[in-house]
């Protein structure tokens, strides 16, 4: 497995002005809420969107095991079955060049490593030919996008790089969020706990080259998840999910960033 600080690079051609970046996350296949319909939808939008990239953020699987939350015999289908399916989406998708990057959650790192030393995911995406976009914890992605020619009487241009971090589960509280601790990004995303939000953070930034403070957005999407209501969501009584799915657009030029809520 790479680092996880080993970031992902990905450039982008110097003809393409946007990107479309979708989140595909608390999938839970296997379990028997699973909405097969929803994946299929999403996976659907994505296939018809030329400019779409997707980032992979954990609980793909449900992964249940003796000692698990979940209950073992639950499951629709066995955990081998759960990382096939996750191999046959990453390969698709992978073939055609639209996945970025791909991190695990609590069901496929915690629960069944902690029994078995198996790591779903990364074995899904070795068997997809995708390893290199892999990362055991968190992923940061540095993208360039689009081309800015250099001022007049200098050769060359520049393209926007936008610089994301994922990760499966992070701290959402009223005066601290996970993606406060990190420099540098332009954008956070993170499922786990199936409560979509677009929720947008504001910091100072210090611009040591032109002397200045400035206010800078981090856009920080919590992921919903492919899940209909009931099962152990009903036993412990939580609330019914949103179903609401993000995209984030990101423009070339110093256009900025756009989130786009949607539903399949």
Do not use: W
């Not at 002005?17 to 989140?23: G, I, P, T």
């Not at 030329?50 to 249940?64: F, H, K, R, S």
């Not at 520049?158 to 990190?182: C, S």
């Not at 002397?211 to 920080?220: A, I, N, P």
């Amino acid at each position: 497995m790479l680092n996880d600080y080993q970031p992902i690079l990905y450039t982008a051609p110097q003809t393409q002005d946007e990107m479309h970046l979708y989140f595909l996350h608390d999938a839970h296949m296997g379990n028997a809420e699973h909405s097969a319909a929803r994946l299929n939808a999403f996976l659907q939008k994505v296939d018809e969107d030329p400019a779409a990239q997707v980032l992979v953020i954990g609980d793909m699987c449900e992964n249940v095991v003796a000692g698990s939350k979940g209950d073992v015999f639950y499951q629709v289908y066995p955990p081998h079955e759960q990382k096939y399916r996750a191999k046959e989406i990453f390969a698709d998708l992978h073939k055609a060049g639209k996945l970025l990057a791909v991190v695990p959650g609590n069901h496929e790192r915690n629960r069944i490593t902690r029994t078995t030393s198996m790591f779903p995911l990364y074995d899904a995406c070795v068997m997809a030919g995708c390893e290199g976009l892999y990362r055991q914890h968190f992923a940061v992605i540095d993208i360039a996008l689009g081309y800015r020619p250099r001022m007049a009487g200098k050769s060359g241009g520049d393209q926007q790089h936008y610089v994301g971090y994922i990760t499966h589960r992070a701290k959402d509280l009223v005066n601290f969020h996970t993606a406060d601790t990190i420099d540098g990004i332009d954008f956070f995303a993170f499922g786990h706990d199936h409560n979509p939000k677009d929720k947008p953070r504001g910091k100072l930034v210090y611009d040591v080259n032109k002397k200045m403070l400035r206010q800078k957005t981090v856009e920080v999407i919590n992921c919903g998840s492919f899940l209909d209501y009931g099962g152990y969501a009903v036993d412990g009584g939580y609330r019914v999910p949103a179903q609401k799915l993000y995209m984030l657009r990101l423009l070339d030029k110093g256009r900025g960033m756009e989130t786009v809520g949607f539903y399949v």
